[in-house]
């Protein structure tokens, strides 16, 4: 028996209609909705891939089952900025070449935004700290943090965010 | 005459495999190396640019494709530029002269008169109305290179030793499908395998019911012989289905690695073939003073950020796959030998997956997909493992055992070196008749391959980086080529060189120490090699090495060195630590000296992912078994997080000589050695196994 789940991605309204209503959003982004953005690591909420916001507090999708996101609002990497619009944190990204293979980075990306959002000027420990629940396996932890403060100290001289 | 072809293009000798003008304003680069994260792509970029003299922009690359590029083997080793490159920079300096020559006969002029900027050509600095566009009907590149295409000199490089951005870098912070995880063809179908636990282990019974019970939307079983694939339509009902199958499908012959089988000394009194070579016995021991100590570490896991994918479809008597792997060319050879098919009959496309560092599962989840995907005839099959299977089925890096033996002169120096080791294979590869795992669950499984290692014409597996640079009268290897492993084992970041560089670098250390020598003096005191004096100095000076630091106290510094293969790039490292229940690293410095670098920041970045990498190693990680392998996630194999990740400053020296030296992996010993030394120098007290655990921080403590 299908259901339908109806929540908010990126600013628009969807609604998906699924047989299991245990199934991970991440899978509903990926397969549902095509949004490739959002990764799957390890489907066990330990890496961080598959980071994304839900009414703004950064959660792991794989472990967030469908039904529970009814009626809330998710951002994805994809809502943050384009290339035409880079978000702050994406911009100090690339100026930064914060990433090897990148599998990690649109997670990391959303933590920090989760981050920036309530801390604008964290230290390089707190950044560190928040970023622990995402894993890079490819050492590109520096450069990353560094990323991140940059993104921070634009968005307070005034870059949009 | 012409010095010899570089190997990639003797192998691939006609031009046109390598660069094409497809369009008016488009250039078409080929490479055989594929992007692992390492930034390849973008350095072949560079030198081509460089070398036709055209934009960047300009540059449509293709790589690692069985049907479109040139047959260069495995993208590992840190050998693509080395090699790759040195091909690449070779074929478009010889496709530059084929054009200036043709451009000369129409112009009417000398070849040396042209010259090209941004693909038109000109003749003293002036338009000729020519450009390689106009030109490239006229010039046939069906043909082989000479080597005669004069390169352009290191000085007049522009794009070459420039930190162009990376290509492939905005695709993955804006979230764009470049991951072969990504992928989704028309009509496709997701699988997953319920892995057969050992070679020889047999299906004894799969309760279908229980397992459809847990996918709770429809699935479809794939058997063949012992190999038992799901698929279905929904990811989620497959994946249900594939974590219920482990409880509910029964095997025979079930042989699980135990825990005593976890420790490298298991290894010892294995059957193993064993071989000696160096210098032919142990000089006269007559007055000499003895060194000897061993040194240990646990197999690793690859532990890719993603589990390994692939893709495959069979239509019309022709398979189609998509994999992350590092050689194309390899898995489509073993795919046909797997398959029954011929190779011509099989194309392997090479898609971006996660960083690999080496031999993990994407060979061998390419192979599930062409298994099921040879069943069923017009149907597109992806498989995804799971986060258990890859770290439970990947390949591991083999533990290690390495004793090294010296005899010390009376000033304290080494004048002969025995490095003894102990090793199961690095080299799993399909392309050196290692197996495809699936392969192993089919009916007739192929025969476990004989004994092998990488040779030492290649580097070495479990003996590379076992020879020290250091100027000792006498030196040899005593390698025990381990044949029984609990694991299949091949090829990480560094293969032997991790822990003979650890085990040596450890032991010079420890030589200083018995003569009272500061470790930096006393490894300049045996090294003439101007390039690995000139690194050890730079990064002494980088960190203010200070020879009086007081250690002991749990505040420590040490200083580890290797040239990676003994032949590719120099690398020194020194680490700052705190010890107290565990190993805090404050600061890590290296320089590097690889040579020409084509892209310096992302050379350094690769440096940088080595040294982290191999700190995780030291400092964290073993691959544990407990009646099966344990480590089976982030939290039964964890590894270093952001909070844990010291400051690091890398410094490249020598960039502009000619030759370019390979870079990824030669950090992976002089850190985890300097991580060692450093400890060493903090608690006052050796540790010589490694992960370097609390456990045995205590138990050196407890020793002092
Ligand atoms: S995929 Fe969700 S935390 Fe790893
Ligand atoms: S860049 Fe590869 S995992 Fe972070």
């Known amino acids: ?161 | 005459m012409n010095a010899p072809l570089p190997g990639p293009l003797a192998d691939n000798p006609s031009l046109d495999r390598w660069v094409s003008f497809p369009s008016p304003g488009k250039v078409g680069i080929f490479t055989g190396r594929v992007e692992l994260g390492q930034g390849v792509l973008t350095a072949m970029e560079q030198i081509a640019a460089d070398e036709l003299d055209v934009a960047m922009a300009r540059i449509v690359l293709r790589s690692g494709d069985t049907e479109l590029t040139p047959n260069e083997g495995y993208t590992a080793g840190s050998q693509s530029i080395q090699f790759g490159g040195v091909a690449m920079r070779q074929a478009c300096a010889d496709v530059r002269a084929l054009f200036l020559n043709q451009a000369a006969k129409i112009i009417g002029c000398a070849p040396d008169e042209l010259s090209v900027r941004d693909g038109a050509i000109l003749r003293k600095n002036a338009a000729t109305g020519q450009d390689y566009w106009t030109l490239a009907g006229a010039v046939n590149l069906a043909v082989q290179a000479t080597g005669s295409g004069p390169r352009k000199p290191i000085a007049d490089m522009t794009v070459i030793g420039g930190s162009s951005e990376r290509l492939d870098l905005p695709d993955k912070i804006f979230g764009n499908a470049i991951f072969i995880h990504d992928m989704r063809l028309p009509g496709m179908v997701h699988a997953r395998v319920v892995r057969q636990p050992n070679r020889g282990a047999t299906i004894d019974a799969v309760d279908e019911k229980a397992i459809l019970r847990a996918a709770k939307t429809p699935v479809q079983f794939v058997r063949h012989g012992s190999f038992l694939a799901i698929l279905g339509d929904d990811e989620t009902a497959v994946d249900l289905a594939a974590t219920a199958a482990v409880d509910h499908v029964g095997w025979q012959n079930v042989e699980a690695p135990t825990a005593a089988q976890q420790e490298a000394n298991w290894l010892l009194q294995r059957p193993a073939v064993d071989r000696i070579f160096g210098a032919p016995d142990e000089g006269n021991p007559q007055g000499r003073q003895r060194f000897e100590a061993t040194y240990t570490r646990g197999y690793l896991a690859h532990a890719s950020i993603s589990p390994s994918c692939g893709l495959a479809e069979y239509r019309d008597g022709h398979l189609t796959v998509w994999t992350h792997c590092q050689g194309v060319y390899p898995l489509r050879a073993a795919l046909a030998k797997t398959l029954g098919l011929e190779a011509s009959a099989i194309t392997v496309h090479h898609v971006q997956g996660s960083g690999c560092y080496g031999h993990n599962g994407a060979d061998d989840a390419a192979t599930d997909a062409a298994i099921i995907a040879m069943r069923m005839p017009g149907r597109p099959v992806r498989v995804r493992w799971r986060r258990e299977e890859e770290f439970v089925y990947e390949p591991k890096t083999p533990a290690m055992i390495v004793k090294v033996r010296a005899l010390v002169d009376d000033a304290g120096k080494p004048v002969d070196w025995t490095q003894e080791i102990w090793s199961p294979t690095h080299n799993n590869r399909p392309g050196a008749g290692g197996n495809l795992l699936g392969a192993l669950a089919l009916p007739n499984p192929p025969p476990e391959p004989p004994p092998n290692d990488v040779p030492e014409s290649n580097g070495g597996g479990a003996t590379r980086n076992g020879e020290p640079l250091y100027d000792i009268a006498a030196k040899r290897i005593v390698h025990h080529l381990v044949a029984e492993t609990p694991v299949r084992t091949s090829a990480l970041r560094g293969l032997g060189a991790m822990p003979n560089v650890f085990a040596l670098e450890c032991g010079i250390d420890e030589l200083a120490e018995r003569v009272g020598k500061d470790p930096v003096a006393y490894r300049l005191s045996i090294i003439a090699d101007k390039r690995a004096r000139a690194v050890i100095e730079k990064v002494a000076a980088m960190a203010r090495w200070d020879a009086k630091a007081p250690g002991g106290a749990g505040h420590g510094r040490g200083i580890a060195f290797a040239r990676y293969k003994n032949r590719a790039a120099y690398s020194a490292v020194v680490v700052e630590l705190d010890v107290a229940e565990e190993i805090r690293l404050a600061h890590v410095w290296c320089a590097t000296d690889a040579g020409l670098v084509i892209n310096p920041d992302g050379a350094i970045n690769q440096i940088e992912g080595g040294i982290i990498q191999s700190a995780s190693w030291v400092l964290k990680e073993q691959v544990r078994f407990d009646n099966g392998v344990s480590s089976i996630d982030w939290e039964t194999y964890p590894v270093l997080k952001f909070s844990e990740v010291p400051e690091i400053d890398i410094e490249l020296i020598n960039t502009k000589d000619e030759v370019p030296l390979g870079v990824g992996e030669v950090t992976a010993g002089p850190t985890a050695a300097a991580i060692g030394n450093a400890v060493s120098h903090a608690l006052g007290a050796r540790i010589r196994d490694l992960p370097l655990t609390r456990e045995r921080i205590m138990a050196a403590l407890l020793k002092e």
């Open chain 1, 1 to 161: 028996m299908t259901q339908e789940f109806k929540f908010t991605v990126n600013g628009k309204p969807v609604s998906v209609s699924l047989g299991n209503e245990e199934t991970p959003l991440l899978n509903v982004l990926r397969n549902e909705l095509g949004l490739m953005g959002t990764r799957f690591g390890c489907g066990l909420e330990q890496c961080g891939c598959c980071m994304v916001l839900i009414d703004g507090e950064p959660e792991k999708s794989c472990g967030k089952p469908v039904w529970s996101i009814a009626g809330k609002t998710v951002t994805t990497i994809e809502g943050l900025g384009s290339p035409e619009r880079p978000h702050p944190l994406q911009q100090a990204f690339i100026d930064e070449q914060a990433g090897q293979c990148g599998y990690c980075l649109a997670g990391i990306v959303i933590t920090a935004k989760a981050l920036l959002d309530k801390n604008p000027s964290p230290t390089r420990a707190q950044i560190a700290a928040a970023l622990d629940s995402n894993i890079c396996r490819c050492g590109t932890h520096n450069r990353i943090l560094r990323a991140v403060a940059k993104a921070a100290a634009q968005i307070r001289a005034g870059a949009g965010a």
